[in-house]
């Protein structure tokens, strides 16, 4: 299983989204994809508290360890590879998390619309 083109939504190199905590459907730091990857992790976003308690709400809980899978759990500051539908999902009930454009897959344009990503991007 390859990735997909490193090519982030500006059209450039895909950026590192982070190494700490380690990320990415190929746990390689960046926000890489594969046709394997049905939930298009493309999105790399920096965690705060809302959006961590939102994601565990609808079922994702990204916050709580599971050292058995080698997970520290994620905090407010961290980066992390995000689905695109729940990044969506998350701007649609007005909690999403600001977005490094430069670390976010252009796959995840076939969910977000550009308009939207860079509403929330990094400063």
Known sequence: MEPD????VLGGPL????????TGYFRDGHCNTCA?????HTVCAVMTAEFLAFSKY????????????GFEGLTAG?????CAGRFLQAHDEGCAPSVDLAATHNR???IVPLEILQKYALR
Not at 5 to 8: E, F
């Open 5 to 8: 083109d490193s090519i982030n």
């Open 15 to 22: 950026a590192l989204c982070s190494t700490r905590p380690v």
């Open 36 to 40: 394997a990857d049905q939930g298009s």
């Open 58 to 69: 609808v079922g994702n809980d990204l916050s709580t360890p599971h050292p058995e899978f």
């Open 78 to 82: 961290d980066s992390w590879c995000l």
């Open 108 to 110: 995840a344009l076939e």
